[in-house]
C-alpha cells in the first residue's frame, strides 16, 4: 500500500539537509546514507548517492523515471548465483568444453597459416 498524498513522500530529514547542502555547493561527492526507504524526488536527479544494502554501499545516480522509487530498491541486499543443479553444472561442463574446441581449432589454424 502507498503512502498518503496528503502526507507527500517520505524523505529523511537528515538526508534532505545533505540534498540541499549538495546542490548549493554543487560538489561532485557522492552522498553515503543509510535511508533505503527515502523516495526519490526531482531535487535528487543530478546526484549521486551511496546506498548501505546491509554489507556495502551501492551506487546510486537517480534520473528522471526513478522519481517516486525508493533509493533501496536500487541498492539489492541479496546476492543471486544461479539456478539449476545436476543438469544446469553438466550444461555449464558442455559449453566450457565446446568454447575449449574452438580455441584449439583456432589455434590449429593460426600454426596452418605460419608454416
Known amino acids: 500500500m502507498s503512502r498518503s498524498l496528503k502526507k507527500g513522500p517520505f524523505v529523511q530529514e537528515k538526508l534532505m539537509k545533505k540534498i540541499v547542502a549538495a546542490k548549493s555547493e554543487k560538489q561532485a561527492k557522492s552522498i553515503r546514507t543509510w535511508s533505503r526507504d527515502s523516495t526519490i524526488v526531482?531535487?535528487?536527479v543530478g546526484l549521486s548517492f551511496?546506498?548501505?544494502n546491509g554489507r556495502n554501499f551501492i551506487l546510486v545516480k537517480p534520473t528522471e523515471e526513478s522519481i517516486g522509487h525508493k533509493l533501496g530498491e536500487f541498492a539489492p541486499t541479496?546476492?543471486?548465483t544461479r539456478h539449476g543443479g545436476r543438469m544446469a553444472k553438466e550444461q555449464e561442463i558442455a559449453a566450457a568444453e565446446a568454447e575449449k574446441?574452438?580455441?584449439t581449432?583456432?589455434?590449429a589454424e593460426?600454426?596452418?597459416a605460419k608454416k
Request: proline residues 6%.
Open 42 to 44: 526531482p531535487e535528487m
Open 101 to 103: 574446441a574452438k580455441v
Open 78 to 80: 541479496r546476492k543471486f
Open 105 to 107: 581449432a583456432v589455434k
Open 110 to 112: 593460426e600454426e596452418k
Open 50 to 52: 551511496e546506498v548501505h
